[in-house]
């Protein structure tokens, strides 16, 4: 599979803001999204989008704190994360697919088969 690199993670008060990246290795995929895991809970997704275009979906929980976005050359997934919480804590990952998702399931895990390895965010109160 082709490799997707996440970075960006690290240890921040509540309130505070991080930035994730998502290096791809210069392969531009069709799809891309960010999920992540709790300890001891199931993935859930955060957002995803179609590289290329306009659309975003976020999860009800990260909306209006939370923006997906990708560089100019489409190379590079960001996720900015602001106003972050205690609950935001969890291992993000980065993923990606290169067939078709219908907008109403870029937030469905199972549509993507490319992964990344996850980087750790923590939110202390």
């Known amino acids: 599979q082709v490799r997707l690199v996440e970075s960006g993670g690290g240890s921040v008060q509540a309130g505070g803001s991080l930035r994730l990246s998502c290096a791809t290795s210069?392969?531009?995929?069709?799809?891309m999204g960010w999920f992540r895991q709790a300890p001891g809970k199931e993935r859930e997704a955060v957002a995803g989008?179609?590289?290329?275009?306009?659309?975003?979906s976020y999860s009800q929980s990260v909306l209006g704190r939370f923006t997906i976005s990708q560089d100019e050359s489409k190379t590079t997934l960001y996720l900015q994360m602001n106003s972050l919480k205690p609950e935001d804590t969890a291992v993000y990952y980065c993923?990606?697919?290169?067939?078709?998702?219908?907008?109403?399931?870029?937030?469905?895990?199972?549509?993507?088969?490319?992964w990344g390895q996850g980087t750790q965010v923590t939110v202390s109160s």
């Open positions: 210069g392969y531009t995929y069709s799809y």
């Open positions: 993923a990606a697919s290169n067939h078709y998702i219908s907008t109403i399931r870029l937030l469905n895990g199972a549509e993507y088969n490319y």
């Open positions: 989008l179609i590289v290329g275009g306009t659309y975003t």
